[in-house]
């Protein structure tokens, strides 16, 4: 409705008497707002104050003139001035009735554009290190990150889902030395396990699979592996001694054997991952390593680029990037001084690898933590020669888990915490997708377990579903009482909707295709979900105020072909948001 407003607006512009057809007017000129108040109208435009001093008109004067190049359109009642020279639309019945139509006949289709054509976006989400089960953390980033793919796609773009794996560097390292200390309790060695390994009970069961592929080929005695190094915490540092453990796991074992215990823990793990966000509804076009970067010299290319560029100096034996010079807080270490490869090197390496394979703009969706990642590898981006603002990160922020207005206890000193598999049981996928994405991202999220399971109308999730399946129970209903829906009938007699309710239930329909784009373009999920919230308010309202199956069959057949487009529109909805839309409930 909406761009059928902005093309009348358009042609209006176009068609201005000569002394005004210098004006430069672009496609995007035409600014069209739904009205807080349908008083005022249902759209408001500000084309004539936006042009008025090109023009040397006063804006009203201009709006005037405008509206007097108006095409004729039966989509639209009448058009005021206001104020300082804002144009109002009144739209007319029949241009509702027309969008209800639209959705209609457009059906799974009706939403989608093309604002973002021949656009390419890669969005990034989740990649959380493969070094035990995802979280309910890792669950906001998931439901986030998935509807807004959905959402860019619907508005248009080409969109290019990836997971980015981290089976490189030290936490990979230690997963891999933690598996093989697992692995040696089962052969019966004790020893005290080491603070800063991975505690979790998920390490038991791969150690498991280690001791059946193994045998005893990599058991090693306890008193060999921990003679002679340096203090564990709280006497010594946690960190030098778990990295003295992983190198004398090393020597004990040859690169072979140490490598078989790293591959069987990155396997199983993140099988696990594919396995867990696959159930959630979660999918990806690529599953990209990060020791790929470096077996395909993606990162010596970047490297390359830095030099070539002349923002690469050597000091204190290591190799730096001047960042401070593209905007970053300090420069940063691309190759330390022992010739090994830094994580940002990696990281602008990939991010490199991103643009040289044609997309547009790469979207991170990333935790709270990693603010001071954006300026450091917007830099190392510039720096390579590509535009900084290709790049977009979006943070996610924490999640707090309510019980009965209970906080519930997120983990424990044992390296246990809560699964997004064990979420999911919980609440269910629907559920859980639903309350991940109910607030914008960069807010924190308290998810209220008990409310996410009631059957209410205090739970949204149910609210929304139920607006759906309401419609499917009218529509047995009507089979049931011996009444044939004659859609060419209903979609004759939409003009005997003529209730507040019917009104305000066919301005909302209508409303979806704008909200599709805006949530894309704002990457805001949370502004469908409260849409969806207000689409099912006024179904459920007009429900309780009227009989759909009346006697007169013109009345009843336009009130089921209305409340059939709002079900359409909330299966859309909720198909964007990867929740289901039951036909019972």
């Not at 959380?128 to 773009?157: E, K, Q, W």
């Not at 020893?191 to 280690?210: E, Q, T, V």
């Not at 559920?431 to 991940?436: I, K």
């Not at 105020?545 to 072909?561: G, P």
Request: aromatic residues 10%; negative net charge.
């Amino acid at each position: 409705m909406k761009y059928l407003i902005e093309n009348l607006v358009r042609d209006a512009l176009a068609a201005l008497p000569d002394e005004l057809r210098s004006l430069d007017i672009t496609p995007g000129s035409a600014t069209i707002e739904r009205t807080r108040d349908t008083t005022h109208g249902d759209f408001a435009c500000n084309i004539a104050m936006q042009l008025a001093k090109a023009a040397k008109r006063k804006p009203r004067e201009l709006a005037q003139a405008i509206v007097a190049a108006l095409p004729a359109s039966d989509l639209v009642a009448k058009v005021e001035i206001a104020g300082p020279g804002f144009i109002n639309f009144f739209v007319s019945p029949a241009g509702y009735h027309q969008e209800l139509l639209r959705v209609l006949d457009e059906g799974a289709a009706y939403g989608r554009s093309r604002m973002g054509a021949g656009q390419r976006v890669i969005v990034e989400f989740v990649s959380a290190n493969p070094t035990g089960p995802l979280h309910v953390g890792h669950g906001r980033h998931a439901a986030f990150g998935a509807t807004l793919a959905n959402l860019l796609d619907a508005a248009g773009y080409s969109v290019h889902r990836e997971y980015y794996i981290n089976d490189a560097g030290r936490q990979m390292e230690i997963l891999a030395a933690s598996v093989w200390l697992r692995y040696l309790e089962c052969f019966g060695e004790q020893f005290p396990f080491p603070s800063n390994g991975y505690r979790g009970d998920y390490l038991h069961p791969i150690a498991g699979k280690l001791v059946e592929v193994a045998g005893r080929t990599l058991v090693r005695p306890a008193a060999e592996i921990f003679r002679d190094l340096p203090p564990d915490a709280p006497a010594g540092d946690k960190d030098t001694y778990i990295d003295a453990v992983i190198e004398r796991a090393k020597a004990l074992l040859g690169e072979d054997g140490f490598r078989q215990a790293f591959k069987l823990a990155l396997d199983d793990i993140l099988a696990d991952i594919r396995q867990d966000l696959e159930e959630f509804g979660v999918r990806y076009d690529e599953w990209f390593s990060e020791r790929s970067l470096a077996t395909n010299g993606a990162i010596d290319r970047a490297l390359e680029r830095l030099r070539k560029n002349g923002v690469v100096y050597e000091k204190d034996g290591a190799q730096w990037f001047r960042a401070t010079d593209f905007g970053d807080e300090k420069d940063r270490v691309v190759v330390r001084e022992n010739g090994l490869k830094t994580y940002f090197a990696s990281d602008i390496a990939y991010h490199l690898q991103k643009r040289e394979r044609g997309f547009d703009k790469l979207v991170d969706v990333l935790g709270a933590d990693h603010h001071g990642y954006i300026a450091r590898v917007r830099a190392g981006l510039v720096a390579m020669g590509e535009p900084g603002d290709s790049l977009e990160v979006r943070l996610v922020q924490f999640v707090t888990l309510y019980r009965g207005g209970e906080k519930v206890q997120m983990s424990t000193r044992s390296g246990e915490f809560i699964t997004l598999r064990e979420l999911r049981r919980e609440v269910g996928n629907d559920a859980a997708r639903f309350f991940y994405v109910m607030r914008s991202n960069d807010q924190h999220l308290d998810f209220d377990l008990q409310l996410a399971t009631s059957h209410s109308n205090e739970n949204p999730v149910y609210y929304i579903q139920y607006a759906h399946a309401r419609v499917c129970s009218v529509l047995r209903q009507m089979r049931e009482k011996g009444f044939e829906y004659d859609a060419a009938r209903g979609r004759a007699a939409l003009a005997r909707l003529t209730e507040s309710h019917e009104q305000a239930l066919l301005a909302s329909i209508s409303r979806f295709p704008e909200v599709v784009e805006m949530a894309a373009e704002l990457r805001a999920p949370h502004a469908l979900v409260h849409y969806l919230r207000e689409v099912a308010n006024d179904f459920h309202t007009y429900y309780n105020a009227h009989q759909f199956l009346v006697d007169d069959a013109e009345l009843r057949d336009a009130r089921v072909t209305l409340v059939q487009g709002m079900r359409q529109v909330v299966r859309n909805g909720l198909g964007l948001l990867g929740v289901s839309a039951p036909e019972a409930m």
